[in-house]
C-alpha cells in the first residue's frame, strides 16, 4: 500500500486538499487499528495452537485485552476527529442557478 502524499506546510492549501488530508489520515489510522485487531487475533490463534499451559493462555489473553483498550481509546480520538470533519463537509453545495425573486429568497431552499 503506497503512502498518501501530504503537500508541503509552506504550500497554501485550499478547502477541498485540507479535508481530503484529514479524511485520508482518518482512513489511514482506521487502517492502522484493524492491522494491530487482525495481530491480536492471531496471537491468540497460534497461543491456543501452541500451548496447553493455562497460565500462559490468560497472560496472553491480559495482553490482548490491554492492547484492545488502548485500540478503543484511539477510535475514541479518532470517532472526535471525523465529527469534527464532518462539520466542514458539505452536504448541500450552493446552488449555481440563479434566482430574480425581491427580498427573502425560499426558491432553493
Do not use: W
Amino acid at each position: 500500500m503506497s503512502m498518501p502524499k501530504f503537500p508541503r506546510p509552506e504550500e497554501i492549501l485550499s478547502r477541498d486538499v485540507a479535508i481530503n488530508a484529514i479524511l485520508t489520515s482518518i482512513a489511514l489510522e482506521e487502517a492502522g487499528l484493524s492491522h494491530i485487531i487482525n495481530a491480536e487475533g492471531e496471537k491468540i490463534q497460534y497461543i491456543l495452537k501452541q500451548c496447553a499451559d493455562a497460565k500462559t493462555v490468560l497472560a496472553v489473553n491480559e495482553s490482548v485485552n490491554e492492547m484492545l483498550d488502548r485500540v478503543i481509546d484511539l477510535q475514541i480520538v479518532i470517532k472526535n476527529k471525523m465529527r469534527l470533519a464532518e462539520k466542514f463537509l458539505v452536504s448541500n453545495p450552493p446552488s449555481t442557478k440563479k434566482c430574480y425573486c425581491t427580498g427573502k429568497c425560499k426558491c432553493y431552499d
